[in-house]
């Protein structure tokens, strides 16, 4: 069983920035994708940044100029770097990983996140203007 932890939440006002880790039970580069996602309450899952073991990078339109997807393999840890944040930004975030999933997949959106391998259980992002 593949486990993964976040962390880095928090509060922070408008504007500010938070780096988010996910720690992960097996060997980051042994997944061919990892990912986050967040969901704000009464709203849908969105995804918003991938890593994919062929050096893909994929962002969200909405994230892309202010959050920064990275990885440590040597510590499996995947990481989100978010940057001017704004309380839209307020969410639970979630790091997700698969074993199979591939970029051209997500990006052509032929996916189903519920069928990731492996889920974190999340770490709360509040934004305050």
């Known amino acids: 069983q593949v486990n993964l932890a976040e962390s880095g939440g928090g509060s922070v006002q408008a504007g500010g920035s938070l780096r988010l880790s996910c720690a992960a039970s097996?060997?980051?580069?042994?997944?061919?994708?990892m990912g986050w996602f967040r969901q704000a309450p009464g709203k849908t899952r969105e995804a918003l940044a991938g890593?994919?073991?062929?050096?893909?990078?994929t962002y969200a339109h909405f994230v892309k100029d202010r959050f920064s997807i990275s990885q440590d393999n040597a510590n499996n840890i995947l990481f989100l770097q978010m940057n001017n944040l704004t309380p839209e930004d307020t969410a639970t975030y979630y790091c997700?990983?698969?074993?199979?999933?591939?970029?051209?997949?997500?990006?052509?959106?032929?996916?189903?996140?519920?069928?990731?391998?492996?889920w974190g259980q999340g770490t709360l992002v509040t934004v305050s203007s």
């Open positions: 997700a990983a698969d074993f199979s999933l591939s970029s051209r997949a997500v990006i052509q959106g032929n996916y189903d996140p519920k069928s990731l391998d492996a």
């Open positions: 097996a060997a980051t580069n042994m997944y061919s994708s």
């Open positions: 890593i994919y073991s062929d050096g893909t990078i």
